[in-house]
């Protein structure tokens, strides 16, 4: 088992018991009854209120007269999420961004935090990726559901053909099950690496050479953050697309 980051052991000292008791009336049965709650949960909470302290901090400083420097930031990276979903699904994309831009932090904020002394990253344990997978993969059937109607969306996925439908239905079925494998493979296996690494070279020379990999590790962390919304972006216009 892994040893307890500093903020886990305060979460399992006062809310252990209370999570203990609801993981059994769930029927699960944590490892450690004691410590129930995992380092990749509490660096999950610890993401979640440094986002929404710093969104708290943008809201109360935002100005038409006067936009400050994180104002600017935001609005771009807004602004960059719709023009892209724009050219990828098309007109009346716009309401995706809030999901896809919160996606997109959440898990730029999870990769980057394992820099910090003391924290790690929780895309660096497979739950968390996964979590994010399942969530995109909800997402784009719900919204695909919701524009088409159940059975016009249903039908989509045995093929034009219809007589090909009983080889092209499980096929389509395995190929959406998939991409929520890809997905969380490709963000996990690119973090766990990146903090390996960064780790191995900060215990072998613990000045100067680490820099170029945490620099690295920041390009990889921005780099996964992307592909993750590029392709749930992907999979929404895929479900969201009508025939005309």
């Known amino acids: 088992m892994h040893e307890q980051l500093w903020f886990t052991a305060i979460l399992n000292k006062y809310l252990g018991g209370v999570t203990t008791a609801l993981l059994e009336a769930l029927h699960i049965h944590p490892h450690d009854p004691a410590a129930p709650i995992p ?50 699904i098309g007109h009346h994309s716009e309401r995706f961004t809030p999901f896809l831009v919160t996606l997109g932090l959440f898990i730029l904020a999870c990769n980057l935090l394992g820099m910090i002394p003391s924290f790690e990253s929780p895309t660096a344990n497979p739950s968390v990726p996964l979590g994010c997978a399942v969530m995109a993969f909800s997402y784009y059937n719900v919204q695909g559901i919701l524009q088409q109607g159940v059975l016009p969306y249903a039908l989509h996925f045995t093929g034009p053909v219809w007589w090909l439908s009983w080889l092209m239905l499980p096929i389509e079925i395995i190929s959406h099950l998939a991409r929520m494998l890809s997905l969380t493979i490709r963000l996990f296996a690119n973090i766990f690496a990146g903090d390996m690494v960064t780790l191995v070279f900060f215990s072998l020379v613990p000045i100067g050479i680490p820099v170029a990999f945490l620099l690295l590790h920041v390009g990889v962390s921005f780099l996964q953050s992307y592909i993750f919304v590029l392709l749930t972006t992907v999979y929404l216009q895929g479900a969201v697309a009508t025939e005309h």
């Open 39 to 88: 380092n990749y949960v509490a660096m999950q909470i610890v993401v979640f209120l440094l986002l929404v302290v710093f969104f708290l901090f943008v809201r109360s400083r935002l100005s038409m007269e006067r936009p400050g420097a994180w104002q600017h930031v935001i609005e771009s990276l807004v602004e960059f999420v719709q023009n892209q979903s724009r050219e990828i």
